[in-house]
């Protein structure tokens, strides 16, 4: 299929793009990649009358200052893999990239596209709800900054308004005494997933400090395994209780039930996944 018409707009610097996005309001997108605007234009369920080209803007840096980890907004997918920051902080993040579609995706998305498109099974998504990250948003009238449990409503629903963008995202460094996991399953590799786990654990002398989980594919946005993640904390690291911790959070659930697998289908894989994630992050905290 082919999109319906609209206008194309390059914008020259982040004030024009603003301008341009204050000017067409809900008519109005920024493009970038185009990896998910892209398609749903060609199957007419997006139908934005302009597109402004934000690819020019200086929005792609990965930049800490020890405390927080900035991410701007064009920061291609690919540009993780070899980033020391993300690989030494953030592994579950690092894990979770190898999962995002094919290659041509990896190279052209864009972490602003990807979360403002909101799919319920995005891989940063669920990083971003993860490491408690917070969107940074902007438009003509300032900057605001919006929780990641916050900024994702529903399935492709934000809490962006009208002529406002992601510009970045910011996370918290978690402390060196921590490690993560992410682990997916979908029907073929770099199809949108069925389910997805990310764990990320603090430890000290052998046990778990503070755990943090999250899961896609179960609702129409990430969410959080609050009882599994209280559950956790003070464990050992011997990965004893993950059993324990996953059942705590399958029998929390109530999950979606569609043409990919029913319900009681994916509450015993979000279950498996979520024993599977946490098991890995603990070994990976005795190696440290």
């Known amino acids: ?27 109005g997108r920024p493009i970038a990649g185009g990896q998910s605007l892209v398609p749903m234009m060609n199957f007419r369920l997006a139908r934005p009358g302009h597109l402004v080209d934000i690819n020019k803007l200086p929005l792609n ?30 592994p579950a993040f690092l894990d979770a990239v190898h999962y ?24 940063l998504a669920a990083v971003c709800m ?14 605001r900054r919006i929780r990641a449990d916050e ?12 002529g406002e963008m992601v510009v970045g995202v910011e996370l918290p460094v978690p402390p060196s005494s921590s490690t993560g996991s992410f682990i997916e399953l979908a029907e073929r590799s770099g199809d949108f997933a069925t389910a997805a786990i990310g764990v990320s654990i603090e430890f000290s002398s052998g046990r778990i400090t503070r755990a943090s989980i999250v899961c896609s594919g179960a609702d129409l946005v990430p969410i959080r395994a609050r009882e599994a993640e209280d559950f956790l904390q003070g464990k050992p690291l011997d990965a004893a209780e993950a059993s324990e911790a996953a059942r705590l959070f399958a029998a929390s659930i109530d999950p979606v039930d569609d043409h990919i697998a029913s319900a009681d289908y994916r509450r015993g894989l979000i279950g ?13 905290a005795l190696d440290k």
């Open 100 to 123: 995002i579609g094919h290659p041509t995706i990896r190279r052209n998305g864009s972490i602003g596209g990807s979360i403002s498109h909101a799919d319920p099974t995005a891989e």
């Open 272 to 284: 498996k996944l979520t024993q599977r994630a946490i098991e890995a992050a603990c070994n990976r």
């Open 151 to 162: 900024f994702f409503l529903s399935a492709y629903v934000t809490a962006l308004e009208p």
């Open 1 to 27: 299929m082919r999109p319906a018409s609209f206008e194309y707009h390059r914008a020259t610097s982040l004030g024009h793009a603003l301008e341009l996005l204050a000017e067409f309001g809900e008519d």
């Open 61 to 90: 840096s990965i930049e800490s200052d020890g405390q927080m980890l900035r991410i701007g907004a064009l920061t291609r997918h690919i540009a993780y893999f070899d980033n020391p920051l993300i690989a030494r902080h953030f």
């Open 130 to 143: 993860l490491y408690d990250a917070e969107i940074i948003a902007r438009s003509t009238a300032g900057e």
